[in-house]
């Protein structure tokens, strides 16, 4: 009974709490500094049982450096002077492995003030410490990393925005030592602009309230040269999410700016070289009518039958015209600057641009443009569409290499809420401007990189991979929105969708006129095939001149429908650069499978090399480069004939 009840006074709970303790060692020493008890976290931590370790002076748990210089005695003389003792430091099992150690020593007293022991509480803090000491290495290791960087300005500004740290690439970009700039404000950097804007101020607000800012714009050196910077800034908080200050990124973008836009102007400028072969063709075609009309109109003169002037005048003035409506095509699609948005009638716009894209295309691809009637207004920069336009054309055109369709198609789309998500646009009425080639197509993972600026399928030289990208930009920021439908081997079609103008201007519709061939005539037949008119009636003048019966054709597969029948044809004069899939040399080669002794004079405004083929004409194929004078012409037409 009695020793139930001393199990249960106070003092006894308080020991049985002590000897279970596990994370702590918890022992006392009488005044010489003797263990007179053990707990169960000190036998965890030191090794001792309490049969070997009680009545054994604590100093043993020190390292032989800490007893040579006597520590043990001063922990023990600063308990009972100071009324503690705290430290760190290693302690030692019983087994010699040593311990980084929390060691508290309190004096214990008994009521009188007597000095009757000590009370010394031990943690084990090894893990702890090797984490810590992971941490300050980690941290001076990020700390030399970032020291080290300097392709990018990295530094941290104080809550109110002041400089608190710099690194390499901030001296290097700014021009600033850490002495010069530590506790500036960082609105130093912005410009005066601004400054004025309170863009700093805003910077941060937005920084802390949304947990990131991120903007480019114009940053300022200390000898007050400008850069052109992109520029992150980040909050930084502690565990409870109060805000210490900001981690702020910035990096110098100048000179890629510079080059961005020297590439963007490039692709234009790769564009019109991409027309420049078909517009050299188009103009020696045009001055040709302009000469042939000229000349057609002196030897009349010279018959004295000047009432025939007219219709040399009407095909000369014809072909001025055309000339000039080319000239402004051209200098419109390459100019630089950017002109304001407004109505546009895209069927007009489809209509003014065929010619160009035809010759762009060449004369392997046939080209159809098929306007919708009552198509919508939009509101959009004409000359930006004409170069998305073209832009998508020649995209079409790579992907036909050994030659295809290209048709471009306009029409007015009502664009749902499911369609709308589908599209990424915002449900409404929208001008789609279709391209389809019939070439390659395109695999999944090439649709889903096609906009991305600088990507590019093409051989390294041959395309700056910014064409559909732009097409993008202009289609995102004229409110619409362009879609690529695609697969391997079924060919391509792009389309641009604009957002329909509120005050539609009426679509009118421009008439296509078509020229009707000659009858022939008697003695030698030439057949001349030529898609431009003027070009073709004055060879037919020329011809009819030397007596020579003349059958017109205005393309190639109208052409060859003539070589194929039992047409007598002792001469095939021919354009190289025709329409509708087929040009001179091919209409040439296909009469010779019946015709072998066709005799052939090409006629062309391209290179003359475009219709040798393997460095040579083959037998009785002759060829004249625009452009050329009537006299010659007749003379030459002469001379093969005879031959």
């Given at each position: 009974m009695a020793q139930s009840e001393r199990a249960s006074t106070p003092s006894s709970k308080f020991e049985l709490l002590v000897q279970s303790v596990t994370d702590y060692a918890i022992y006392m020493l009488d005044l010489e500094g003797r263990v007179t008890s053990w707990n169960a976290g000190a036998r965890r931590y030191k090794g001792y049982e309490a049969e070997e370790i009680i009545g054994q002076h604590f100093s043993r748990f020190y390292t032989p450096e800490e007893r040579e210089q006597e520590i043990p005695r001063i922990a023990l003389e600063t308990a009972a002077r100071e009324g503690r003792f705290e430290a760190h430091g290693w302690r030692v099992r019983k087994d010699g492995s040593r311990f980084w150690a929390n060691v508290v020593i309190d004096p214990i007293r008994d009521p009188s003030g007597t000095l009757v022991g000590f009370a010394k509480i031990t943690r084990d803090l090894t893990e702890r410490r090797a984490a810590e000491m992971e941490l300050r290495a980690s941290e001076e290791r990020f700390r030399l990393l970032v020291q080290s960087v300097t392709d990018y300005a990295i530094y941290m500004l104080d809550p109110d925005g002041r400089v608190s740290s710099w690194n390499a690439g901030a001296e290097r970009f700014k021009g600033y030592a850490a002495d010069e700039i530590m506790g500036e404000h960082f609105s130093r950097f912005y410009t005066e602009?601004?400054?004025?804007?309170?863009?700093?101020?805003?910077?941060?607000?937005?920084?802390?309230?949304?947990?990131?800012?991120?903007?480019?714009?114009?940053?300022?050196?200390?000898?007050?040269?400008?850069?052109?910077?992109?520029?992150?800034?980040?909050?930084?908080?502690?565990?409870?999410?109060?805000?210490?200050?900001?981690?702020?990124?910035t990096r110098d973008l100048t000179e890629k700016r510079a080059i961005e836009e020297q590439l963007r102007q490039s692709q234009k400028m790769e564009a019109v070289g991409q027309l420049t072969g078909g517009i050299a063709h188009d103009f020696n075609n045009l001055l040709t009518g302009i000469s042939g009309s000229l000349e057609m109109m002196q030897i009349r003169m010279a018959q004295g039958r000047s009432a025939e002037f007219d219709r040399y005048f009407i095909a000369a003035q014809g072909a001025v015209r055309r000339a000039s409506a080319l000239t402004h095509r051209l200098l419109a699609f390459s100019r630089r600057q950017t002109l304001d948005p407004k109505p546009a009638n895209v069927n007009r716009l489809l209509t003014d641009i065929e010619e160009l894209v035809r010759r762009t295309m060449g004369p392997g691809i046939a080209v159809e443009v098929?306007?919708?009637?009552?198509?919508?207004?939009?509101?959009?920069?004409?000359?930006?569409?004409?170069?998305?336009?073209?832009?998508?054309?020649?995209?079409?055109?790579?992907?036909?290499?050994?030659?295809?369709?290209?048709?471009?198609?306009?029409?007015?789309?009502?664009?749902?809420?499911?369609?709308?998500?589908?599209?990424?646009?915002?449900?409404?009425?929208?001008?789609?401007?279709?391209?389809?080639?019939?070439?390659?197509?395109?695999?999944?993972?090439?649709?889903?990189?096609?906009?991305?600026?600088?990507?590019?399928?093409?051989?390294?030289g041959e395309g700056t991979g910014l064409?559909?990208?732009?097409?993008?930009?202009?289609?995102?920021?004229?409110?619409?929105?362009?879609?690529?439908?695609?697969?391997?081997?079924?060919?391509?079609?792009?389309?641009?969708?604009?957002?329909?103008?509120?005050?539609?201007?009426?679509?009118?519709?421009?008439?296509?006129?078509?020229?009707?061939?000659?009858?022939?005539?008697?003695?030698?037949?030439?057949?001349?095939?030529?898609?431009?008119?003027?070009?073709?009636?004055?060879?037919?003048?020329?011809?009819?001149?030397?007596?020579?019966a003349v059958i017109e054709a205005p393309d190639g597969p109208a052409g060859l429908k003539v070589l194929e029948s039992n047409a007598r044809i002792d001469l095939l004069i021919t354009d190289v650069g025709l329409p509708e899939g087929m040009n001179g040399r091919q209409v040439a080669d296909a009469a010779r499978v019946n015709r072998p002794n066709l005799k052939v004079l090409f006629i062309t405004g391209y290179a003359e090399n475009a219709i040798i083929s393997r460095g040579r004409l083959d037998n009785g194929m002759f060829v004249m480069t625009k452009p050329f004078q009537m006299e010659m012409l007749a003379d030459r037409i002469r001379e093969i004939i005879e031959k």
């Amino acid at each position: 009974m009695a020793q139930s009840e001393r199990a249960s006074t106070p003092s006894s709970k308080f020991e049985l709490l002590v000897q279970s303790v596990t994370d702590y060692a918890i022992y006392m020493l009488d005044l010489e500094g003797r263990v007179t008890s053990w707990n169960a976290g000190a036998r965890r931590y030191k090794g001792y049982e309490a049969e070997e370790i009680i009545g054994q002076h604590f100093s043993r748990f020190y390292t032989p450096e800490e007893r040579e210089q006597e520590i043990p005695r001063i922990a023990l003389e600063t308990a009972a002077r100071e009324g503690r003792f705290e430290a760190h430091g290693w302690r030692v099992r019983k087994d010699g492995s040593r311990f980084w150690a929390n060691v508290v020593i309190d004096p214990i007293r008994d009521p009188s003030g007597t000095l009757v022991g000590f009370a010394k509480i031990t943690r084990d803090l090894t893990e702890r410490r090797a984490a810590e000491m992971e941490l300050r290495a980690s941290e001076e290791r990020f700390r030399l990393l970032v020291q080290s960087v300097t392709d990018y300005a990295i530094y941290m500004l104080d809550p109110d925005g002041r400089v608190s740290s710099w690194n390499a690439g901030a001296e290097r970009f700014k021009g600033y030592a850490a002495d010069e700039i530590m506790g500036e404000h960082f609105s130093r950097f912005y410009t005066e602009e601004d400054r004025q804007a309170e863009i700093p101020r805003i910077a941060l607000e937005t920084a802390r309230r949304e947990g990131r800012f991120e903007a480019e714009g114009w940053r300022v050196r200390k000898d007050g040269a400008r850069f052109w910077a992109s520029v992150i800034i980040d909050p930084i908080r502690n565990e409870d999410g109060e805000l210490l200050g900001f981690a702020k990124v910035t990096r110098d973008l100048t000179e890629k700016r510079a080059i961005e836009e020297q590439l963007r102007q490039s692709q234009k400028m790769e564009a019109v070289g991409q027309l420049t072969g078909g517009i050299a063709h188009d103009f020696n075609n045009l001055l040709t009518g302009i000469s042939g009309s000229l000349e057609m109109m002196q030897i009349r003169m010279a018959q004295g039958r000047s009432a025939e002037f007219d219709r040399y005048f009407i095909a000369a003035q014809g072909a001025v015209r055309r000339a000039s409506a080319l000239t402004h095509r051209l200098l419109a699609f390459s100019r630089r600057q950017t002109l304001d948005p407004k109505p546009a009638n895209v069927n007009r716009l489809l209509t003014d641009i065929e010619e160009l894209v035809r010759r762009t295309m060449g004369p392997g691809i046939a080209v159809e443009v098929v306007g919708a009637s009552g198509v919508w207004t939009t509101l959009v920069d004409t000359n930006q569409l004409e170069n998305a336009i073209l832009n998508l054309c020649i995209n079409g055109r790579d992907a036909m290499p050994d030659g295809g369709k290209l048709t471009i198609e306009a029409s007015n789309k009502w664009i749902d809420e499911r369609a709308g998500r589908r599209h990424d646009l915002p449900p409404g009425q929208y001008v789609a401007i279709c391209v389809t080639d019939t070439g390659t197509g395109m695999a999944p993972e090439v649709i889903a990189k096609a906009f991305d600026p600088f990507f590019t399928t093409k051989p390294l030289g041959e395309g700056t991979g910014l064409g559909l990208s732009m097409v993008y930009g202009f289609a995102r920021q004229s409110g619409g929105q362009v879609r690529i439908y695609s697969e391997l081997g079924q060919g391509t079609t792009m389309c641009i969708y604009l957002p329909r103008h509120d005050e539609d201007s009426p679509v009118v519709e421009e008439p296509i006129h078509r020229t009707a061939a000659a009858a022939a005539g008697e003695g030698e037949v030439v057949l001349v095939i030529d898609d431009e008119p003027t070009i073709r009636m004055l060879i037919a003048e020329v011809l009819s001149e030397l007596g020579y019966a003349v059958i017109e054709a205005p393309d190639g597969p109208a052409g060859l429908k003539v070589l194929e029948s039992n047409a007598r044809i002792d001469l095939l004069i021919t354009d190289v650069g025709l329409p509708e899939g087929m040009n001179g040399r091919q209409v040439a080669d296909a009469a010779r499978v019946n015709r072998p002794n066709l005799k052939v004079l090409f006629i062309t405004g391209y290179a003359e090399n475009a219709i040798i083929s393997r460095g040579r004409l083959d037998n009785g194929m002759f060829v004249m480069t625009k452009p050329f004078q009537m006299e010659m012409l007749a003379d030459r037409i002469r001379e093969i004939i005879e031959k």
